[in-house]
């Protein structure tokens, strides 16, 4: 019996077809032609980033009143895995980019319909949450200072954002449980100045960069405040857990990657003897083992994080409410998926020899790539430890980003 080979059809089509998958499936050869000028250049060009963005790849979590397309959190996963398995810097700015664009439920509607329904084609914002700006309430908003790390992709940002704490006069805005107030203001390009010192070993192409603002003004109501349970939208997608969907969206990464693994070591172990060997690498039981137990790996990240983010969904679309349950078992599966793609890649770096370090093998890449994206600290370890500490206590700091 033969069994085709993984790279005759693309192993996402059978798990859902809409027509931004579509696009990303026909724009395949397109983008990787680019990958060589990603790598080398650092960031993803501009008229790559033109040609997804006309092709809606980065709409699907747009609320559709403002001119999105605002697909279901499985296509949407399904998109970021496809485009990540074609080059791992296209698949991470289609996830940040979309992630991004869930806070236009919590924009006040005059400001979400500026930032996100003022084109037709769809506007890309990006940044950063982690709150190392610094602001102050003037007249009419707040004045903002600060500087970002991990800014993928914002050089083609329509509206950059970065986390920002606002100064009182005995400290700064606090929740009353005492936790710090996170505003996300929104900038203009013009606001900001972007810093050129990306140069990792993985995910090189994001251009993830330091962008900063100096006083920027932002008018009243352009901004969120993380973690609000507040909405303006009230469709089922925007009643997804923030941190929980986010979480499964970056996970979505390393599943492509991983998923590009498959392909690359299968193609070498199809034509590489092995030093001392006769036969192919694909004809040794030891190497087969290692493919095997890889693919399931994988595969079983992927399908426990999309059973969960399919049984959430299906809840919200009856209009049942999301318990601290299901938040727990989405940050559950996108960590475990993470770890697993991690875990089957180092395998397949291994099995492949000498050869996996060499420049123009793709296992190299996917090794540096998928160890920069499990840095990400919503698939990392920390919340496997609290997803497990609320099992055991009931309750466990840092809940609230569940």
């Not at 990303?24 to 650092?42: C, K, P, Q, V, Y």
């Not at 390009?189 to 100096?214: A, I, K, Y």
């Not at 036969?279 to 990240?301: C, D, F, M, Y």
Request: hydrophobic fraction near 40%.
């Amino acid at each position: 019996m033969t069994i085709p080979s993984v790279t005759a059809t693309p192993q996402n089509k059978a798990a859902a077809s809409f027509p931004e998958l579509d696009a990303a499936l026909g724009l395949r050869d397109r983008i990787r032609s680019f990958s060589e000028r990603i790598e080398g250049e650092r960031e993803v060009p501009s008229e790559l980033v033109e040609v997804l963005r006309a092709a809606q790849i980065f709409s699907l979590a747009i609320p559709e009143q403002y001119g999105g397309t605002e697909r279901s959190p499985g296509e949407l996963l399904t998109l970021i895995e496809e485009l990540a398995r074609t080059d791992s810097a296209v698949g991470w700015l289609t996830m940040i980019y979309n992630t991004t664009a869930f806070t236009a439920s919590m924009l006040p509607p005059e400001w979400a319909a500026k930032i996100y329904g003022a084109s037709e084609s769809a506007s890309i914002t990006c940044g950063a949450t982690a709150p190392t700006g610094k602001g102050r309430r003037v007249p009419g908003g707040l004045e903002v200072s600060g500087r970002w790390a991990w800014g993928s992709g914002s050089r083609h940002g329509d509206w950059i954002c970065g986390g920002t704490l606002i100064a009182t006069e005995d400290g700064i805005e606090k929740h009353p449980t005492g936790d710090p107030v996170v505003y996300v203001p929104y900038f203009e390009p013009d606001q900001v100045t972007f810093h050129d010192n990306w140069n990792p070993s993985g995910l090189r192409g994001t251009g993830s960069v330091d962008f900063e603002v100096d006083g920027a003004f932002v008018p009243e109501g352009r901004w969120i405040v993380l973690g609000s349970a507040d909405r303006h939208v009230h469709t089922p997608f925007f009643r997804m857990p923030f941190f929980g969907l986010f979480a499964a969206a970056v996970a979505a990464v390393p599943i492509g990657i991983a998923q590009r693994a498959l392909e690359e070591f299968t193609d070498l172990a199809r034509k590489k003897v092995a030093m001392w060997q006769k036969s192919t690498l694909n004809e040794s039981s030891l190497v087969q083992l290692e493919l095997g137990t890889a693919e399931a790996l994988i595969q079983g990240g992927r399908r426990y994080l999309h059973h969960i983010i399919g049984e959430v969904w299906e809840k919200v679309l009856a209009g049942e409410d999301v318990t601290i349950e299901d938040r727990r078992q989405i940050r559950l599966a996108a960590s475990q998926a993470t770890a697993h793609c991690s875990r089957a890649v180092d395998m397949l770096y291994e099995a492949g020899g000498g050869t996996s370090i060499q420049s123009h093998c793709g296992l190299q890449q996917c090794f540096r790539d998928i160890h920069a994206a499990t840095q990400h600290r919503l698939v990392g370890k920390q919340p496997l430890q609290l997803a497990a500490a609320l099992r055991l206590n009931g309750d466990a700091p840092g809940i609230v980003a569940l």
